[in-house]
């Protein structure tokens, strides 16, 4: 896990854990549930679903991701984008 919450991260992203979820809304509730249980925790979550920025999605796994929760089209979006 990485050390603070703005702390940016150096290197390859790389999460521990990958939550392939069927829909943006269960991505969503997925997403949510985890930050509760990762409050005041070095673990770091990340979700990549349709209906919010590119951009700001990626840049969450760029600081260093520990647990990302995707969709699987998005997903193949991340990964053909590299």
């Known amino acids: ?3 603070s919450c703005t702390d ?10 990958l939550v392939m ?4 809304e269960v991505c969503m509730q997925i997403h949510l549930e985890a930050r509760k249980l ?3 925790s070095p673990f770091r979550i990340s979700s990549l679903f349709p209906g919010v920025g590119w951009r700001e ?4 796994l760029a600081r ?6 995707t969709i699987p089209g998005r ?6 984008s590299r």
């Not at 979820?21 to 943006?24: E, L």
């Not at 999605?57 to 969450?60: E, L």
């Not at 260093?64 to 929760?69: M, P, W």
């Not at 997903?75 to 053909?80: A, G, M, P, R, Y």
């Open 1 to 3: 896990a990485s050390t």
């Open 8 to 17: 940016t991260y150096q290197g390859v992203a790389k999460p521990l854990g």
């Open 21 to 24: 979820v069927p829909t943006r």
């Open 38 to 40: 990762c409050h005041r």
């Open 57 to 60: 999605q990626v840049s969450g």
């Open 64 to 69: 260093g991701a520990d647990l990302c929760v």
């Open 75 to 80: 997903f193949i979006e991340l990964v053909d």
